[in-house]
Structures are given as C-alpha cells and as structure tokens.
C-alpha cells in the first residue's frame, strides 16, 4: 500500500493506493472521501477545486454525515421523555444534522498498515449542546484491501449518554461517466418510504411499484422522466430503500461497483438540484443535473424505529465497496 499525505490551507488530505487499480483520497475535514479512482478513472462526481470541495455548504461531497442522516421535522426527537432540538436547516426542518453535522469538523488522523488491509482511521470527540443531543467520541474508519479493488467504511459512535445515531457517507457515484442515467441500478428490495411535502417520510413504508422497481436491474434513467417523480418535490429520486440482502450493484459500460452493508437500507439520490461547481476529471465541465449518485446506507430514519445506543452499547456500523471490470 502506498499512503501519500499533502496539505492543502491546513486541511490533510491523505491518497491510498492499493496498486492493483483503486486509490482513494481522504481528507481529515469531515473525515470525507475528496476522490476515488479505479483503474486511473475517477469514480466520482466531486469539486475540482479543493478550495471548493473543503467550503461548499450545500453537497455534503462525500462527507460522513452524522448524527443523524436525511431528514427529521422540526429537527426534534425524543429519547424517553427528554426532548431535543436540532436547528432546522431546510423548509423548517433538519437535513443532515444540521449545525451539528460532522462534514465541517477537523478530525485527528491515524494510519495503520497491515497485511491484507491499511487503516486510514478519523477520531474526534463532537461535543454538542444538551439541548441539540449528545456528545460522543467519534471514530471512522476506512480500511483499503492489498489484493482486492474494495475498501471499507466502518462507523463507531460511543455516546457520553443516551443518544440517536444513524450516519452515512454522502459519496456522489457516476463510474467516471458524465451521467448516470445509462449506468445500471439493481437492488433486491420490496418496500420504500413515502413522503409528505417537505420530503418527510411518512409513518408506513409503501410496496415497491414499477416506477422504483430496480430488483432486476435497470438504467437509473429509464423512468426518471416520469411526472410522478418530476411533479413532486424530489425532481429524481431521492428515497430510502429497504434492502433484502443489504446489497446495491452499479455497472457502468466496463465498471461495476458492489455495495454491501449492514444497514437496513439506503436513500439513493440522483443529484436532482446540481451547483455551480467545475467537477474534477470531467474536462472542466461544471456540475449537472444527474451527474451522480448517492448509496447513502444506514438505518430507517423514521424515529419511531431508532435504538438509543449508549456509553457501554455504542453504535457501529459497516459498507463495503468493492470494484470490479466487466
């Protein structure tokens, strides 16, 4: 494994290169994924600019996001009969924690190489107001396979107290082709959440009908250009999916990428509302509608459903992503 650290205006960015095909790029800010490429092709969709990359407020490019991914009313949740107040972010409510979100934050580095496999391993203690929720010691941890194309991502929050935890990472996948709507979506899954007007998800999750059917595999864009998605408030897709088998395969023309998690499912978005930024490995094109995709795995985010985790029972979790040619 070949570990090569740089710094860019103090911020750490670290590139991990198996050198059988796959290098990552990872940055302490945010303990995020700045780039992935496999076989010399990026993978991603992300900012040329890490000026851009490391200040942009409105992508989450490939961030862990954290405590508490997607969407919550209000920002309010509960733990037995305490009450907590996220700072509402969008439309009155919180997407991605909000304020407390970790994308912003500078976590302590640690490399730790070893035979089969090297550990790029983000620590940091997030302290929060007990009004918002709680503080915890937080560790990610991305672990780059020597003979395999794959790496890992596993999350470990230990909670001071009682706490909600449900973080995901927020990677824009499109298999270094400018659109995703000709890659391949397949994901064994029966049922999905619905959503009010404020893309809060409703109390049932709903059967899985022709229009978010991807169990056989099929292009993200076949179906995408239907009013009952271009109507409503998503413009695309941007729903979570309860995974039978915890598995989601992307295949491009010469690529296929596996996910593989121990999470319940997972929200697939499709970039429907692209910025303003020059993307990196796209010849300088700027950012377009449908120019990547989101696997972003972790639990039901309904809050009826959440665990509380606690100092002795702290929340863990792990997704795998592993590359393969065709």
Known sequence: MIIRPNSYKGVNFITAD??????????DQGASVYAVYFQERIMVATPFSKEAFLNDTTKYWGQTVGPLALRYKKGRYKIGKEVFRMVPNERGNTLHSSTLNYGKLMFDTKVEIGREFTEIIFTRFVEVKPSEGTSADVKVVYRVYEKENRFEIAYEMVPVRPALFNPTNHIYWNLGEPSVLDLRLQMPCDTRLAYDKDMIPKKKAIPITPLFDFNAGKSIGRDIDDQKLQDSIHHGYD???????GKV???GPTIRLTVQTDREGAQIYTDNYPGPLRLLGMNGEHEHRYGGVTFETCDDPRLVSHPVYLPDS?????????????
């Open 18 to 27: 198996n050198g059988r095909g796959l290098r990552l790029v990872l940055c």
């Open 239 to 245: 729903h979570y999916f309860f995974l039978k088998e």
């Open 249 to 251: 395969t992307l295949e």
């Open 314 to 326: 702290p929340y863990t979790s792990l997704t795998s992503y592993l590359f393969e040619t065709r």
